[in-house]
């Protein structure tokens, strides 16, 4: 068992900063029950943390001792990983758009995938799957915008509409418009009053 445990070591110490271990990714080096059985005593003895079912993480040794690593960085990471489409939830859209200063008090993530929570240390991040019309436009303002239309709903949008307008590029405008059709009807034309006025 120790040769496992030094061989998952190995590979943990290969990833950058962030970047998941999927248990489904160590079964070159034995069976399944071996590997969970593994990497459930590196966790228990703090070489790896147990963020999800089958995902661990390395913590990040700083000059502090160890810690886990960011929020953002295991959700991208997990997002390449996966081949899910993950973004921040309405809110934390909302707020970075400056239509709202309410600040999410949860790690809330949007996602392609099932829902889950991650445990990153103390942090619980919880990932919720959402329609695709609101993952549509990724990580890109245009994106942001759905989501924190779709989070304000349609009686709170109209006020939100004029602070958009002078926070819009062409570019982010034209990529609204282009994914309109995806958007449920209220959404779709409150983008045709975003964008024409």
Known sequence: MERMAESIMNVATTLPEGVPLAAKGLLHLGARAAVDQTLSRLAARGELIRAGRGIYLRPVQTRFGPRSPSAEQAIEALAVQRGETIVP??????????????????????????????????????????????????????GQVVRALAWLGPEETPGALHILRSKLTETAKAELVAAAPQFPTWLARLIGTLVHG
Do not use: C, D, F
Request: glycine share 10%; no cysteine; charged share 15%.
């Open 89 to 142: 939830s309405g809110v934390a859209a909302a707020n970075a758009l400056g239509l709202t200063t309410q600040v999410p008090v949860k790690s809330i993530y949007l996602t392609s995938g099932r829902n889950r929570v991650l445990n990153l240390g103390r942090q619980a991040v919880e990932l919720r799957h959402a329609p695709r019309w609101q993952l549509t436009l990724g990580n890109k303002v245009s």
